[in-house]
């Protein structure tokens, strides 16, 4: 698997520990017109300080950012630890659904809020995803291909997924599932 998507390192903490299963993206600069979209099911998660703003995430995330931020590698290396397969995904249009998924996800309200209304399209993408974790995290070079405000990158070598394990039981993950089901209204498209 060479496919990584760019997220928060706090956010990949939080998807790590299994303590949300949601992802909620509006997408990056570099998308272009379209804008976001689930270029792929299975992927690499590429934690990122890139526009990381402590103040963006709840209380108990900062906490938790302040705990991980010593440890996160140096700016030329990105370390890969978490995998994840999209389980569902679907376009969020209107912001009131978004808010719907609180608790679920450690993004403040007003956060989503400006992402829900940043751009033409007045919408955001809700994805969940069953995360797996390596035994180990695998540190790469970081190079400059990988920069900038996008959501998928490519990797310039191949990782075997085969040994990552989930974080989360199939019970809690169903149960994850069904709450992020419920808070918007109907079931995710696949």
């Known amino acids: 698997m060479t496919i990584a998507f760019k997220e928060w390192a706090v956010v990949v903490d939080a998807l790590g520990r299994g303590e949300q ?34 103040e963006s995430v709840l209380p108990t995330a900062q906490s938790r950012y302040d705990a991980i931020a010593p440890h996160f590698p140096s700016a030329d290396t990105v370390r890969l630890e978490y995998f994840a397969e999209v389980t569902e995904a679907r376009q969020v249009d209107s912001l009131a659904a978004a808010e719907r998924l609180r608790g679920q996800h450690i993004w403040r309200d007003e956060v989503i809020a400006q992402r829900f209304d940043w751009g033409r399209d007045k919408a955001i993408h809700a994805l969940t995803v069953r995360v797996r974790r390596l035994p180990q995290p695998v540190s790469l070079p970081m190079l400059p291909e990988y920069g900038g405000c996008k959501s998928w990158v490519t990797l310039a070598q191949e ?26 209204g109907t079931e995710l498209a696949r």
């Not at 990782?159 to 918007?184: M, W």
Request: glycine share 10%.
């Open 21 to 54: 299963i949601v992802i909620l993206r509006k997408g990056g600069i570099a998308e272009g017109r379209g804008g976001f979209q689930v270029e792929h099911e299975r992927f690499w998660f590429f934690p990122t300080l890139f526009h990381q703003q402590r």
């Open 159 to 184: 990782l075997d997924t085969n040994a990552a394990t989930p974080v989360l039981g199939q019970s809690a993950f169903e149960s994850k599932l069904a709450a992020v089901r419920e808070a918007l």
